[in-house]
């Protein structure tokens, strides 16, 4: 439950405010604002100017208060991001939820942190300093601190292959691949589990369905068996693969 409510005019007082405990950042407020038994104070970013979108060279810059439908609607986004973007949220729920918190509150059924992680994206996190770290270390290490920016590369190619109950379902098995021009090919596996799986990051694409299945075989849960789901990843892993030849 939130019980004190703060709107900082400028980073330094909100970095002040997120060092009280039991304090949290509040980007879109669409989970923070669940009612929960424990109280929490919240410092809602959106006085602090970081809902910017940036193309910039090979690199699009999102600022962490950027909106789900903001980035979807984006001339900038990749096509292929569009498509995880729609089924991470319902669109009343993509107008006010931030690509940072959606981040941090994802799990490996999203299909916004599977992609980003595909892209080997970099999130800026600041908290006595400031500092960036990819997508995949974020994910792992959950570090405490404000994101201010997620960078994702524009230069290379990008596709993003999933299956789900219905079309607007989560998926239960997604992926995502990046392929760089110098062949670097990264597979990153969602639907399942705490986090989205990196399944491959080779300097050639040789071996991404193999790499599909066996990075799957104990993703079994109530939804589906670790079987299915590993012959599904590799079907989608050889689609993505085969719509950069389309
Ligand atoms: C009714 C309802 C139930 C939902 N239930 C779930 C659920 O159980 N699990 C789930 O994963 N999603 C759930 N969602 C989806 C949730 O809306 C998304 O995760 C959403 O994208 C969160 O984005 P937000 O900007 O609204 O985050 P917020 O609700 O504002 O914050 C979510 C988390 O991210 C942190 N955060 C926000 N911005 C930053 C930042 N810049 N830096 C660091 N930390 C930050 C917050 O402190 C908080 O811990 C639910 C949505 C609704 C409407």
Redesign the pocket.
């Known amino acids: 439950m939130i019980t004190t409510y703060h709107r900082p005019q400028t980073m330094n007082e909100a970095l002040a405010l997120l060092n009280k405990p039991n304090t949290?950042?509040?980007?879109?407020?669409?989970?923070?604002?669940?009612p929960t038994a424990d109280p929490v104070a919240?410092v809602d970013?959106q006085a602090l100017g970081?809902d910017s979108l940036r193309a910039n060279g090979n690199e699009l810059q999102i600022g962490?208060?950027c909106?789900?439908q903001s980035l979807l609607e984006s001339e900038h986004c990749p096509a292929a991001l569009k498509i995880a973007l729609k089924l991470?949220?319902p669109i009343?729920?993509?107008n006010?939820?931030?690509?940072?918190?959606?981040?941090?509150?994802?799990?490996g059924?999203?299909p916004?942190a599977t992609s980003v992680l595909a892209m080997d994206a970099k999130v800026t996190?600041v908290s006595d300093q400031s500092s960036v770290i990819s997508a995949g270390e974020y994910q792992l290490s959950k570090p405490k601190?404000?994101?201010?920016q997620i960078v994702i590369p524009l230069n290379t190619k990008f596709a993003f292959e999933y299956v789900s109950k219905t079309p607007s379902d989560k998926p239960l098995v997604c992926a995502a691949v990046s392929q760089w021009n110098s062949g670097r090919t990264r597979l990153v596996l969602g639907g399942y589990g705490k986090t989205p799986l990196l399944a491959m990051d080779g300097t050639e694409a040789d071996g991404i369905e193999s790499a599909a299945k066996n990075a799957y075989h104990e993703a079994q849960d109530e939804w589906a068996s670790a079987e299915y789901r590993m012959d599904v990843a590799a079907t989608l892993a050889k689609r993505c693969l085969e719509s950069f030849n389309v």
Do not use: H, M, Q, Y
Not at 96 to 104: E, F, K, N, Y
């Open positions: 949290l950042p509040l980007g879109g407020g669409t989970l923070l604002s669940k919240v970013l970081l962490a208060t909106t789900l991470e949220a009343n729920i993509r006010s939820a931030t690509v940072a918190g959606t981040l941090v509150a994802s799990d059924r999203s916004f996190v601190g404000l994101i201010t």
